[in-house]
């Protein structure tokens, strides 16, 4: 006896943001919640930027990628650009995420 296949009847689109904290889990993902969370963060973005769907995580993730990668390395592809990034953020070291970590808060606190 075959059973039919079950259907499922909501569909939820994934953010790219959803979609990258699946994909890149470790020291990436986890910088990225961790700075999205921050007072600083919170306070610039005055609450106004959505976290249930990881929002938050991609406006950090674009910081990172410009302060890691640098805007001459922006092709105009941004959903390359901030995955580039983030792969290049999984191997760094612990200095380097620390610097990153520190220039974000440091341009969070300007941006209050």
């Given at each position: 006896m075959r059973l039919p296949a079950k259907r499922w009847s909501y569909q939820r689109h994934l953010e790219p943001a959803e979609i990258k904290n699946s994909v890149y889990r470790g020291q990436a993902a986890d910088l990225l919640k961790e700075l999205a969370h921050s007072d600083g963060f919170v306070q610039a973005a005055r609450g106004k930027i959505d976290s249930s769907r990881m929002l938050d995580c991609e406006f950090v993730n674009r910081f990172i990628a410009f302060r890691l990668l640098g805007v001459e390395r922006y092709g105009?592809?941004?959903?390359?650009?901030?995955?580039?990034?983030?792969?290049?953020?999984?191997?760094?070291?612990?200095d380097t995420l620390e610097r990153c970590r520190k220039d974000f808060l440091k341009a969070m606190t300007y941006a209050r």
């Open positions: 105009g592809n941004l959903e390359d650009f901030l995955n580039d990034a983030m792969i290049r953020l999984q191997k760094e070291d612990d």
